[in-house]
């Protein structure tokens, strides 16, 4: 599974997502979708948008996490 850190990257970089949606041109409601790990996929060009304007890597935003050994350390 992949999880989705955008919201916490935007926190740390204090920017809100009406302002990264305006700078990266997609809409708000695009923009939440990525957040909350709704999306089935990113372009790799909004990814780099993303990256650019935050100043941060790919893997700061996407986390794999293996879902086997989620569940066997509950």
Do not use: W
Request: net charge positive; aromatic share 2%.
């Amino acid at each position: 599974m992949i999880k989705i850190n955008l919201a916490k990257v935007m926190l740390d970089k204090r920017i809100s997502s009406k302002e990264l949606a305006q700078q990266i041109g997609i809409t708000p409601a695009n923009l939440s979708i990525l957040k909350t790990g709704k999306a089935r996929g990113v372009r790799f060009a909004t990814l780099e948008k993303i990256c650019a304007v935050l100043q941060c890597q790919p893997g700061d935003i996407l986390e794999y996490v293996n879902e086997t050994q989620k569940s066997h350390k509950s």
